[in-house]
């Protein structure tokens, strides 16, 4: 799984001007499922996620994670992140898993999110979506598992 974060001091996403999740300040997550993952890499991936240490202490240190400022986390499936890109001038989503994988992996995050991190907000699988945030800082990690 790759996930693109991002600290934000709000996002939000809609689809046809109709907005379906909305956070104030927290991490905008956007997720990849490739492949070969697993419910234990989304399992992972959401620990990951969470405990990331990206918000400042007292000290302005990245040394907080979104659940030690209990912020808003907003997930957004994002199949393009899979894609392979390392030759020619089109991307091939080869390593991207299947739709049906993807949504049900995606699934599987978003109702262990909710369950574990009730503030969860979200996108809508497979939905052309328009979204909007305000990267704080500019704080933005790569993370897979």
């Known amino acids: 799984m790759i996930t693109i974060i ?3 001091t709000q996002a939000s996403v809609s ?14 997550a ?4 490739e492949k070969n993952d697993t419910e234990k890499s989304v399992q992972r991936l959401l620990e990951r996620i ?4 990206i918000f400042p ?13 209990q912020g808003g986390l907003l997930l957004i499936p994002q199949f393009t992140l899979a894609a ?15 739709p049906e994988q993807g949504q049900l992996l995606f699934n599987h995050l978003l109702s262990l999110a909710k369950q574990s991190y009730p ?9 052309d979506m328009q979204v909007s945030l305000i990267n704080d800082g500019p704080v933005t990690f ?4």
């Open 119 to 127: 503030t969860t907000q979200t996108g809508v699988f497979g939905a």
């Open 142 to 145: 790569t993370l897979t598992v």
């Open 15 to 28: 689809i046809e001007e109709n907005t379906v999740g909305k956070i104030e300040q927290g991490i905008m």
């Open 6 to 8: 991002q600290r934000v």
């Open 30 to 33: 956007l997720i990849a499922v």
């Open 57 to 69: 202490d007292a000290d302005d240190r990245m040394n907080l994670s979104l659940k030690a400022i």
């Open 50 to 53: 969470l405990n990331y240490r």
């Open 84 to 98: 392979d890109t390392n030759s020619g001038n089109r991307p091939s989503f080869t390593p991207a898993a299947s």
